[in-house]
């Protein structure tokens, strides 16, 4: 009884940040008051406020840019995890858990140490301010976790399912690419669910790699909303905000047996 309220209490302290957010998005962008975020305002202004922060930004071309990036990234970052992972343990690639550590061995440093040397070699390469370049960050970025996910993942299958694909004279990437990775669909499935949702809440890379209204992601445009310049109020930023998140929020409660199995599946 004792654990069920704490539990409870934990709980309702969890949903606070949550009831201020839904009270003040909905609230009329002229009526906020600091004095009485806590207090529903009778008139509904959401939609007004989505309007507003919609126009504000031109959150229209972001979000096409966003849904791209938040598809082909996640998609290509699988696959080619899934490469490495079946390179790896399959094809017991010579040194192969050294290339591991390598290729994995870059997320241990901080994000923001990459911002600078992006920065400067995508201005090099003109690939600053455009799609192709975000795709290609993005893309590597998520590439770590797909390899970590698939290398567990094809440790779990049977060496001899590979050797009987061999022996009735299937290439390697036939075997990989109608054997292996049909198997690896719910795990792939996870990793991807979990980089469309870093991809579509990145903020960082959009900030340092796009400046373009029809580039830069979402979340770098509704950045734009809390700016001193913007003149736009709190409802109409937390109203944006709310509604962008919703991607997100759908994505894993319609694919949420896939990702729970996947998971399992994966051993992460």
């Known amino acids: 009884m004792i654990r069920r309220l704490v539990l409870g209490a934990m709980g309702l302290v969890w949903l606070i940040p949550v009831y201020l957010l839904l009270v003040n998005a909905f609230r009329p962008s002229t009526q906020y008051d600091a004095d009485r975020i806590w207090v529903p305002d009778a008139d509904f202004g959401f939609f007004d406020n989505v309007k507003l922060a919609w126009d504000a930004a031109g959150l229209g071309p972001s979000i096409l840019s966003t849904l791209l990036y938040s598809a082909v990234s996640p998609l290509a970052a699988v696959v080619v995890g899934a490469m490495a992972g079946f390179a790896?343990?399959?094809?017991?690639?010579?040194?192969?858990?050294?290339?591991?550590?390598?290729?994995?061995?870059?997320?241990?440093?901080?994000?923001?140490?990459?911002?600078?040397?992006?920065?400067?070699?995508?201005?090099?390469?003109?690939?600053?301010?455009?799609?192709?370049?975000?795709?290609?960050?993005?893309?590597?970025?998520?590439?770590?976790?797909?390899?970590?996910?698939?290398?567990?993942?094809?440790?779990?299958?049977?060496?001899?399912?590979?050797?009987?694909?061999?022996?009735?004279?299937?290439?390697?990437?036939?075997?990989?690419?109608?054997?292996?990775?049909?198997?690896?669909?719910?795990?792939?499935?996870?990793?991807?669910?979990?980089?469309?949702?870093?991809?579509?809440?990145?903020?960082?890379?959009?900030?340092?790699?796009?400046?373009?209204?029809?580039?830069?992601?979402?979340?770098?445009?509704?950045?734009?909303?809390?700016?001193?310049?913007?003149?736009?109020?709190?409802p109409v930023v937390l109203a944006a905000g709310l509604v962008m998140s919703l991607p997100t929020v759908l994505v894993f409660l319609g694919a949420q047996r896939i990702f729970a199995r996947g998971l399992t599946l994966g051993q992460y």
């Open 88 to 234: 790896i343990v399959v094809l017991r690639l010579k040194a192969g858990f050294w290339w591991f550590m390598l290729l994995f061995g870059g997320t241990i440093f901080p994000i923001q140490m990459l911002v600078i040397p992006l920065f400067i070699s995508y201005s090099s390469a003109d690939l600053y301010d455009r799609r192709l370049g975000l795709v290609l960050v993005y893309t590597a970025v998520c590439v770590p976790l797909a390899a970590l996910v698939m290398r567990s993942f094809f440790t779990g299958v049977a060496y001899t399912i590979y050797e009987a694909a061999r022996v009735d004279g299937a290439s390697v990437w036939r075997i990989f690419w109608r054997v292996y990775l049909p198997l690896a669909v719910p795990a792939l499935s996870a990793v991807a669910i979990l980089e469309f949702a870093f991809v579509w809440n990145d903020l960082l890379f959009g900030l340092t790699l796009s400046q373009n209204e029809t580039v830069r992601p979402v979340m770098t445009a509704l950045s734009s909303l809390s700016s001193a310049y913007s003149g736009s109020t709190v």
